[in-house]
C-alpha cells in the first residue's frame, strides 16, 4: 500500500534519521529498491521525475506496477510514490494517477508566483492525503531535463514557503544534481542551520544525494535534513555492472544475452547501493 510521506518524514526529523529518495526508471530500479527497504526494514521514498514518467508510458503506468510489486513482493515497510521536481501540470497530472507524495518545483518563479501556485497545489493534495514538497533556491545542475543554477536559499522564503503547510522542504544549500566537480565548495551548513532554525519541525531535503561525502550527509541531517534523494549514485552502479558483464564476455556465454541475466548484475548493484544508503541516512529498522 502506497502512503503519503508525511508520517515517516515526520518520524525521521524527530529521529534525527533521513529516509532515502531513490529514483527509479523501469522495472528493475523499482523492485531492487522495494526489496532492499523490506529486507533492511526500512521506509523508502521513490522518485520519478517527469522525464522518467514519460519513459515508462505514463504516471498511471508506473502507479500500477509500483502497487503491483507492493502486493506480489509482499512489500509491508512504508512505500511512498513521489513527483520529483514536478511543474504545477505535472503535480496535478501525478496526483490524479495515483501517487501519494508530490514535488512542486516552483524555484524558478518569483517568491510570490512560487508560493501561490504551492499553495494552489497543498489544497489540491490536502484532499487526497498526499504528501507535498516545495523548492526554495535552484538545486545546481541538470537531472533529467530540469537545470538549476544552484542559487542558495533565502532563509526567510524558507520559512514563508513553509509556513503554507508543505509536508516538506528542499532548499538549495550549495548541492547539485549528478556528478560533483573537483572545485565543489561544499554544502552551505550556516545557510541550513538558519534553515531549520526559521521552518522548525518541517521535515527538510537534501538533493543531489550523489557524491556528497558521507561526514556532510551526517551534519546535514543533524539540522534537520530527513529525506536524502540519490538518483545519478545508482545510475553509475548500475552502468559499471552491466559493462563489466559484457565486457567479461559472459553474454556470450550460454544463454547470457537474455536480458534477466544482462540486467542482474546491475539489479544487484542497485541493491547495494540503495543499502549502503539506508545505512548512512541511519533508516534501516525504521519502518
Not at 484532499?127 to 543554477?149: F, N
Not at 545519478?232 to 547470457?256: M, S, V, W
Request: with cysteine; glycine share 12%; charged share 20%.
Amino acid at each position: 500500500m502506497l502512503v503519503s510521506a508525511q508520517e515517516m518524514l515526520t518520524k525521521a526529523k524527530a529521529g534525527k534519521y533521513a529516509v532515502g529518495q531513490f529514483n527509479i526508471n523501469n522495472m528493475e530500479w523499482t523492485k531492487a529498491i522495494l526489496l532492499t527497504a523490506q529486507e533492511n526494514n526500512s521506509p523508502v521514498i521513490l522518485g520519478v521525475s517527469e522525464g522518467a514518467g514519460k519513459y515508462m508510458c505514463g504516471y498511471n503506468t508506473v502507479t500500477a506496477m509500483v502497487k503491483g510489486m507492493i502486493d506480489t513482493l509482499g512489500i509491508t515497510v512504508p512505500v511512498a510514490l513521489h513527483l520529483d521536481h514536478g511543474s504545477y501540470e505535472g503535480a496535478l497530472k501525478a496526483m490524479d494517477d495515483g501517487f501519494s507524495s508530490v514535488m512542486f518545483d516552483g524555484s524558478h518563479y518569483g517568491i510570490e508566483e512560487n508560493i501561490e501556485k504551492t499553495k494552489e497545489i497543498i489544497r489540491l493534495a490536502a484532499e487526497k492525503g498526499i504528501s507535498v514538497e516545495a523548492e526554495v533556491g535552484a538545486i545546481g545542475g541538470e537531472e533529467d531535463g530540469v537545470v538549476g543554477g544552484g542559487e542558495v536559499a533565502d532563509p526567510d522564503e524558507c520559512k514563508m514557503i513553509a509556513d503554507l503547510g508543505v509536508t516538506m522542504l528542499a532548499a538549495g544549500i550549495g548541492n547539485i544534481h549528478g556528478v560533483y566537480p573537483e572545485n565543489w565548495q561544499g554544502l552551505n551548513f550556516d545557510v541550513l542551520a538558519q534553515i531549520q532554525e526559521k521552518t522548525g519541525t518541517m521535515p527538510l531535503v537534501l538533493h543531489g544525494g550523489t557524491g556528497i561525502p558521507d561526514e556532510m550527509v551526517k551534519k546535514a541531517i543533524t539540522l534537520g535534513v530527513s529525506k536524502v534523494n540519490v538518483n545519478t549514485e545508482c545510475q553509475l552502479a548500475f552502468a559499471a555492472a552491466t559493462r563489466k558483464y559484457i565486457e567479461d564476455g559472459k553474454d556470450k556465454q550460454g544463454k547470457g544475452f537474455d536480458p534477466r541475466k544482462l540486467l542482474a548484475p546491475g539489479f544487484e548493484a542497485i541493491k547495494a547501493t540503495v543499502k549502503e544508503k539506508m545505512e548512512l541516512f541511519g533508516s534501516i529498522n525504521q519502518a
